[in-house]
T-cell receptor, first 110, second 114 residues
Framework: DAKTTQPPSMDCAEGRAANLPCNHS???????VYWYRQIHSQGPQYIIH???NNETNEMASLIITEDRKSSTLILPHATLRDTAVYYC???????????FGTGTRLQVTL | DTAVSQTPKYLVTQMGNDKSIKCEQN?????MYWYKQDSKKFLKIMFS???????INETVPNRFSPKSPDKAHLNLHINSLELGDSAVYFC?????????????FGPGTRLTVT
């Protein structure tokens, strides 16, 4: 699994876009980028994943740089309910487990 | 309907006791997992079962014994509980084994060993 580096914390005003960066400079060709989040002490929740192309779903967008060494998760209109720890994971699609790092604690404020 | 459920939600017990945590998923998934989140919030895989067969055992002490009576259930039995076992234990499931398949997590069981 490639090592990922995320800022420990970020703030975002409600209604604004939250852009969460992740560095994965040692990612290999068969490794995907996954994002999960954990709200307070609930179980982690899947957000999105991608390999090379940018991806969008109803929750977020994932922008992966052309060299794949970094990515950004975008929550287009953050709400208070998006306050959580966001985990960026880089690992092979065939891997049977998720290897969580320390994540970014996103605080959405009024 | 809850997709992945765990019981109990809280468990307080004394050192040396044996306890079990139950997990059930109603998603029809083939693969189930146990994760442990320690006091520093570090979340780590413990076990994974695919169709009742153990596929991952992450050097967990053998005091921990998972049991999968069918593919919808994965229970965790812990013998001779120690203070260091205090943590939140999360069960998860996915359609099949492999990171490309979204993992659905249960609400967690907070175990406190005194």
């Amino acid at each position: 699994d490639a090592k990922t580096t995320q800022p420990p914390s970020m703030d975002c005003a409600e209604g604004r876009a939250a852009n969460l960066p992740c560095n994965h400079s040692t990612i290999s060709g068969n490794e995907y980028v996954y994002w999960y989040r954990q709200i307070h002490s609930q179980g982690p929740q899947y957000i999105i994943h991608g390999l090379k192309n940018n991806e969008t779903n109803e929750m977020a967008s994932l922008i992966i740089t052309e060299d794949r060494k970094s990515s950004t998760l975008i929550l287009p209109h953050a709400t208070l309910r998006d306050t959580a720890v966001y985990y960026c994971i880089a690992q092979a699609g065939t891997a049977s487990k998720l290897t969580f790092g320390t994540g970014t604690r996103l605080q959405v404020t009024l | 309907d809850t997709a992945v459920s765990q019981t109990p939600k809280y468990l307080v017990t004394q050192m040396g006791n044996d306890k079990s945590i139950k997990c059930e998923q109603n998603l029809g998934h083939d693969t189930m997992y146990w994760y442990k989140q320690d006091s520093k919030k570090f979340l780590k895989i413990m076990f994974s079962y695919n169709n009742k067969e153990l596929i991952i055992n992450e050097t967990v002490p053998n005091r921990f014994s998972p049991k999968s009576p069918d593919k919808a259930h994965l229970n965790l039995h812990i013998n001779s509980l120690e203070l260091g076992d205090s943590a939140v234990y999360f069960c998860a499931s996915s359609q099949v084994a492999g990171g490309l398949y979204e993992q659905y997590f249960g609400p967690g069981t907070r175990l406190t060993v005194t």
